[in-house]
Nanobody, 115 residues
Framework: QVQLVESGGGLVTPGGSLKLSCAAS????????MGWYRQAPGKQRELVAR???????FYAEVVKDRFTISRDNAKNTVYLQMNILKPEDTAVYYC?????????WGQGTQVTVSS
């Protein structure tokens, strides 16, 4: 049974930083390309970053140079370091495989950027 558990969200002022974590179980983590997604109110869920098992990364243009995705295959965990946060980064953040292959979504972690 696949389980994805996100954590690390919170309220931060514009320009601040947060680091999200996602612990995965029930998958052969080191073989999976993992992604961080976000969904803002009234908008579709979007991919913001992904990382292959070997560490190759991709970023959506809107977060490039501000967000850094990383992973620890020994801990079955993927991270998202978010810097220079903007109000438009406010969303629920989720992790999952990239592309989506049918793993159930976790509960996500809320990130709110507001002064």
């Amino acid at each position: 049974q696949v389980q994805l558990v996100e954590s690390g969200g919170g309220l931060v002022t514009p320009g601040g930083s947060l680091k999200l974590s996602c612990a995965a179980s029930g998958i052969i983590f080191r073989l999976e390309t993992m992604g961080w997604y976000r969904q803002a109110p009234g908008k579709q869920r979007e991919l913001v970053a992904r990382i292959t098992g070997g560490g190759t990364t991709f970023y959506a243009e809107v977060v490039k140079d501000r967000f850094t995705i990383s992973r620890d295959n020994a801990k079955n965990t993927v991270y998202l370091q978010m810097n220079i946060l903007k109000p438009e980064d406010t969303a629920v953040y989720y992790c999952n495989s990239a592309p989506i292959v049918g793993y159930a979504w976790g509960q996500g972690t809320q990130v709110t950027v507001s002064s």
